[in-house]
């Protein structure tokens, strides 16, 4: 469940830039989890909810955008979509790929008020 | 409840200890994620009501990732090595530990940070070879933090030279996603568990240095193919070492002291 410390990690950088601001609450927050980035979807929306309480974003709606996995064939450079990092190069049938995208763990925005 | 400090229950916060003085322990420094830090800010004199965005675009573990680049700049400027050993649970890490520091701790000064959710059984073993260690229970948590091996560091006055392993809460998963600071990472598997652990969990192999392959006495009596793992374990990491050994045995411990010394 490293989803719990990554929620809270999220959390804790929205009250930060939300602070910074002078903003009295966070309506809504806008991250980004890339799907080989080891985080499970599911387990971060649920760890949210516990995270926001007694926060500035306690009241705050989130948006998990999912960013696609893209890998590079080490043999042929081929950059192709996957969900995995044990795929075959569907150009040249190799294995063994590079991660391009897909790694993103990332708060992108928050709205404040 | 806690009768030093009076802290709640110990289950869920992170505690750091030393063997034999388990009623000195001490919290993790700086604030605490369970306090209310938002309150203050309520009071704040220039209240804007009409609602508006703010572009974040930062990485949500920045603020780890910055913690650990201080842990090695400190480490760094002491010349400590520290190492941030992974697995899952059972796979030899605290053995390979013992065996190593009762080899080794003529030529090296060892360290050891521990990492468990309950228990100071392994900082007790560790103990019992006559090198520092601390503690750190996560309670709930799955995986140590920059910001435990921080509090933990500032405890111990790790002197010039000297080698700090680290032992991760045994799991393959969460661990891989924390810069605790190490030098090198590495991750330890063993023959029983099967040969495909590369492929099931390729964020830690991705992002680790050494795999030891331990346990290797048992390759007679298991379906454990070498190759096969090597093979998975470089297709994900092309620049991974791989070290075969058995703790039990003795058998490839000069290679693992040899890679130390390397890297060391």
Redesign the interface.
């Known amino acids: ?2 989803e ?3 929620a ?3 959390v ?4 930060e ?3 910074k ?4 609450r966070v ?1 809504e927050m806008e ?1 980004e989890v890339g799907e080989l ?3 499970v979807t599911e387990a971060l929306d649920f760890a949210m909810e516990e995270a926001v309480a ?3 974003c ?1 009241k705050a709606r989130w948006k998990i955008i999912p960013i696609p996995g893209e890998v590079r064939c ?1 043999a042929c450079g081929h950059v192709f979509p996957s969900d ?3 795929s075959d190069c569907p150009r040249c049938g190799q ?3 590079e ?1 391009v995208r897909g790694n993103e ?9 | 409840m806690c009768d030093t400090c009076g802290c709640g229950s110990e289950d869920e916060e992170v505690i750091l200890r030393k063997p034999g003085k388990e009623g000195e322990h001490f919290h993790l420094e700086g604030e605490d994620h369970l306090h209310h830090h938002g309150e203050d800010l309520g009071q704040s004199h220039h209240h804007h009501h009409e609602a508006r965005e703010i572009v974040v675009e930062q990485n949500v573990l920045s603020r780890n990732d910055l913690l650990a680049e201080r842990n090695r700049g400190y480490f760094e400027a002491r010349g400590v090595t520290a190492f941030n050993l992974v697995s899952s649970p059972g796979a030899g890490k605290t053995s390979l530990l013992e065996q190593t520091i009762r080899d080794l701790k003529e030529e090296k000064k060892f360290f050891v940070i521990e990492g468990d959710q309950q228990t100071m059984h392994d900082a007790e073993r560790i103990d019992a070879t006559g090198v520092p260690v601390i503690q750190i229970n996560t309670g709930n948590g799955c995986h140590l933090d920059a910001r435990m091996i921080h509090t933990a560091v500032k405890e111990m006055d790790i002197p010039e030279g000297a080698v700090l392993m680290i032992e991760n809460v045994g799991n393959l998963v969460c661990p891989s996603l924390f810069d605790l600071g190490e030098h090198k990472r590495v991750v330890v598997i063993s023959v029983p568990e099967g040969d495909d652990k590369p492929v099931k969990y390729p964020t830690m192999f991705r992002s680790s240095h050494l795999c030891i392959i331990n346990k290797t006495d048992l390759l007679p009596y298991v379906d454990f193919d070498l190759e096969k793992v090597r093979e998975y374990a470089r297709q994900v990491n092309p620049e991974i070492e791989i070290l075969e050994l058995s703790v039990k045995t003795g058998e490839g411990m000069d290679r693992w002291y040899q890679w130390l010394r390397e890297n060391s």
Not at chain 1, 21 to 24: D, G, I
Request: glycine share 6%.
């Open positions: 469940m490293h719990l410390s990554i809270m990690s999220i804790d950088l929205a009250e830039y939300a602070a601001e002078e903003a009295q309506l991250i980035s080891g985080v007694g926060t500035l306690e080490r995995s990092l044990f294995a063994g790929v991660l763990m990332r708060l992108r925005s928050i709205l404040v008020e």
